[in-house]
């Protein structure tokens, strides 16, 4: 079993940067692959980002790749997404997820445990 907590978000303007943090428990931590996702107003959840177990690989969707960062800290049992150009569409919702198995993946229904979320709030 795996418990996940995510901290970090708040209200923060255009250009700012954030870094959300996803604390987690449970032993096994350390060898799965954790993502973000995060749920707009109004919108479905989507993906955002990434990693194996090794942090040798990461993902990112398309609208955050090259202002995100997905990194984890397994001996902390913590990954972490920092947030850079923070844009107005970027404000949602942010869950971070673990999966059970060790391959990567972008759906949501294929990650096991889930956070609570954390709320991000771009402003202009």
């Known amino acids: 079993q795996v418990q996940l907590v995510e901290s970090g978000g708040g209200l923060v303007q255009a250009g700012d940067s954030l870094r959300l943090s996803c604390a987690a428990s449970?032993?096994?931590?350390?060898?799965?692959?954790v993502g973000w996702f995060r749920q707009p107003p109004g919108k479905e959840r989507e993906f955002v980002a990434a990693?194996?177990?090794?942090?040798?690989?990461?993902y990112y969707a398309d609208s955050v790749k090259g202002r995100f960062t997905i990194s984890r800290e397994n001996a902390k049992n913590t990954v972490y997404l920092q947030m850079d150009s923070l844009k107005l569409e970027d404000t949602a919702v942010y869950y971070c997820a673990a999966r059970r198995a060790y391959d990567m993946a972008i759906l949501g229904a294929e990650y096991a445990y889930w956070g609570q979320g954390t709320q991000v709030t771009v402003s202009s």
């Open positions: 990693i194996s177990w090794t942090g040798d690989n990461t």
């Open positions: 449970g032993r096994t931590f350390s060898s799965r692959v």
